[in-house]
């Protein structure tokens, strides 16, 4: 199952920094969506207040037309609670750039954690999903294996793994690629691949991947200074891009490799 998700007017501000400035989005469900654009334009932001992990300062976002941060009470909007946001978080899974597997359990224990812990799933199930989704990965002879015996690409199959072990609605990767050797990249992206063809979860992807977003998403959004600068379907964006800011990331990124 997959959700929608629409944001209106969404601002971030850190301090002084004004991250994010009025995002308007519309994502529907079960689309792939890539998000490109340099450094510190706001893309990983975006991915922090979908997973709850920030507040915006100001705007909405929904999920299947579900307010994430606030409620109706007595005819008003209101600070949603806690188990609001748990549950509107539980739709939503996210895999990060950095791996923040357990060291001390094994891959198959790792998969297994949320499943137990968040869904209150008996050992027995969560184990038999666990096996299920990390052989899903290529990883199903590494069940017993500790991350230190992991190679990069292997630990972020675990990290897959364990986020689509929640079955989520919803999956955000936030420049999964990017610590891994260049070598171990395809893996990782064919995983992705295979994860979009599906078709059965909303996916958004920050990634530096310009031949994967190109290829593997229905549509690319350009972010530059916390604004989306474009938004086009991915071959029209990458093949005739609208707006000058994007031509000369694109170019940049091209004269780069």
């Known amino acids: 199952m997959s959700a929608s998700i629409r944001l209106r007017n969404v601002h971030k501000r850190y301090g002084k920094l004004h991250v994010l400035r ?49 409620v109706q009470r007595n005819g008003a909007d209101k600070p949603a609670d806690a188990a609001h946001l748990s549950r509107v978080r539980g739709r939503i899974g996210m895999v990060f750039q950095h791996f923040n597997l357990f060291p001390h359990m094994t891959a198959l224990e790792n998969v297994m954690e949320a499943p137990r812990h968040v869904l209150k799933l008996g050992r027995d199930e969560a184990r038999e999903r666990a ?70 979860m909303t996916m958004l992807i920050v990634t530096h991947q ?13 972010f530059d200074q916390g604004n989306i600068v474009e938004d086009a379907p991915s071959e029209q964006l990458f093949r005739a891009p609208a707006h000058e800011r994007t031509q000369q990331f694109l170019q940049a990124v091209i004269e780069g490799t």
């Open 22 to 70: 009025g995002i308007d989005l519309d994502v529907e469900a079960g689309q792939t969506v890539s998000i490109i654009g340099p450094s510190g334009s706001g893309k990983s932001t975006l991915l922090r207040l979908l997973m709850t992990l920030d507040e915006p300062d100001e705007g909405s976002i929904e999920i299947d037309g579900e307010s994430m941060w606030t």
């Open 131 to 200: 096996r299920d989704y990390l052989e899903m990965v290529g990883l199903g002879e590494k069940l017993d294996a500790h991350p230190g015996h992991l190679s990069g690409g292997q630990k972020q199959r675990v990290g897959i793994a364990r986020a689509l072990a929640m079955r989520p609605d919803i999956m955000l990767f936030d420049e999964v690629t990017s610590a891994l050797d260049p070598e171990l990249v395809g893996g990782i992206l064919q995983i992705m691949r295979d994860l979009a063809a599906q078709r059965t």
């Open 210 to 222: 310009m031949s994967f977003a190109e290829r593997s998403s229905d549509r690319t959004l350009f």
